[in-house]
Structure formats: structure tokens, C-alpha cells
């Protein structure tokens, strides 16, 4: 049982070049989060989903565009990266009152 | 002004003390209180969790939330070196199904031995 997982684990982008982060989850939940974290910022929603085929916006959503074809995959897309999209991202699933967390993957973008 | 107030720290105290960790929100529709523990490089897991005000201990842990002051607290007893982490706050209410959560931006903590 991996729990969540994320891949690539880190990624240094050059301004424009676009890229897919991918979050697996095996515990069979309906709930995915993708979330940035900055420095001072703590953990703001990027964007959401409550079941397959299904998104939502969050706090932070400008630049970044979200998939959920299938239940236990969340893909969270940069289309044209820009230096202040430099982060660690993290995705999150849910089942009841609790969020179980990926490992995160540090992106730069010089 | 943020929706969460954290006291970002960072804090550093010796082994064995009781540790002070908290919160104040501004939104009173928050419901579901928590706090969740993040180790360096690794993403944050849930560790206390409450929903109305009072306290609620788990071991060495205890949390404390005061609706009428909109406050916070996790206290930590007796803490040990593998208690140093940043410790966020996170709140949210029922909007609609996708419980979503409001952080707080973190307090690191370190347990010196």
C-alpha cells in the first residue's frame, strides 16, 4: 500500500516550458487536492477534485490546469512556467475528515 | 489579513519541556479544527484532530480550541528531539463535499537533546 505518490520528485523548468506533475493515490478515495507550499505562505489550494472526471478551482488557481481522468490519478498541469510558480507542491487525498499527503515535488523555473 | 494566524517561529527548546503551539483565525463559520506535523522533505500528516472547543489529548499531545476567542493551541508534554518538525494549523468548514482546508503558514519547531 503506497499510500499517495507523486512523481517527478524534483524539476527545474526554464520560463515558458510547460510540465505535468502526477499524483497516484491507492486507497480508493474520492477526494484529491493538489496544493503549493512558499515560504511564510503555508499550504494554499491549487485545485480539486471530489470524484473521477471532476475539478474545481481553489485559492491559487491562475496558470495551472488540473485532470482527473481516472479515480486514483491527479494531474496537475503548468502550461507556460514562470519564475514565481517556483514551489513545492504537494497532493493530497481524503477520506473522512483526514487528508493523507504525497511526498511533494520541489519545482523551480529559472 | 489572513483567514489563519500562525506564530511562525522558529522555536527551539530543550528536551522535556512543554511546547505552545498556536493559531488564531478570523472566520467563525470554522468548524473542524486540526494540526498536522511535517518532518523536513516530507509532506505533512495529521495529527490531532477536533471539532468543537475544549481540549482533546493524545499522549504527549493536546489540543485546545476556544471558539468565542477564535484561538488555537496544540501543547506538546515532555518533548523529545523527534517532535522537532513545523507544526501547522489547519481549519475548514462544510463547503459542500470538498471539506476544503485552511492552513496556517507553519511554526518550526526543534527539541534540543
Known amino acids: 500500500n503506497a499510500g499517495v505518490t507523486q512523481t517527478p520528485k524534483f524539476r527545474v523548468l526554464k520560463t515558458g516550458q510547460s510540465m505535468t506533475l502526477l499524483c497516484a493515490q491507492d486507497m480508493n478515495h474520492e477526494y484529491m487536492y493538489w496544493y503549493r507550499q512558499d515560504p511564510g505562505m503555508g499550504l494554499r489550494l491549487i485545485h480539486y477534485?471530489?470524484?473521477?472526471?471532476?475539478?474545481a478551482k481553489g485559492e491559487v488557481p491562475d496558470g495551472y490546469n488540473v485532470s482527473r481522468l481516472k479515480k486514483q490519478n491527479f494531474l496537475l498541469g503548468l502550461e507556460s512556467a514562470a519564475p514565481s510558480q517556483t514551489s513545492v507542491y504537494f497532493c493530497?487525498?481524503?477520506?473522512?475528515?483526514?487528508?493523507?499527503f504525497g511526498p511533494g515535488t520541489r519545482l523551480t523555473v529559472l | 489579513q489572513k483567514e489563519v494566524e500562525q506564530d511562525p517561529g522558529p522555536l527551539s527548546v530543550p528536551e522535556g519541556a512543554i511546547v505552545s503551539l498556536n493559531c488564531t483565525y478570523s472566520?467563525?463559520?470554522?468548524?473542524?479544527f486540526m494540526w498536522y506535523r511535517q518532518y523536513s522533505r516530507k509532506g505533512p500528516e495529521l495529527l490531532m484532530y477536533?471539532?468543537?472547543?475544549g481540549n482533546k489529548e493524545d499522549g504527549r499531545f493536546t489540543a485546545q480550541v476556544d471558539k468565542s476567542s477564535k484561538y488555537i493551541s496544540l501543547f506538546i508534554r515532555d518533548s523529545q528531539p523527534s517532535d522537532s518538525a513545523t507544526y501547522l494549523c489547519a481549519m475548514s468548514y462544510s463547503s459542500g463535499s470538498a471539506r476544503q482546508l485552511t492552513f496556517g503558514s507553519g511554526t518550526q519547531l526543534t527539541v534540543l537533546p
Open positions: 493530497a487525498s481524503r477520506t473522512g475528515d483526514e487528508q493523507f
Open positions: 472566520n467563525s463559520a470554522f468548524q473542524y
Open positions: 477534485s471530489v470524484g473521477e472526471g471532476t475539478t
Open positions: 477536533t471539532y468543537s472547543s
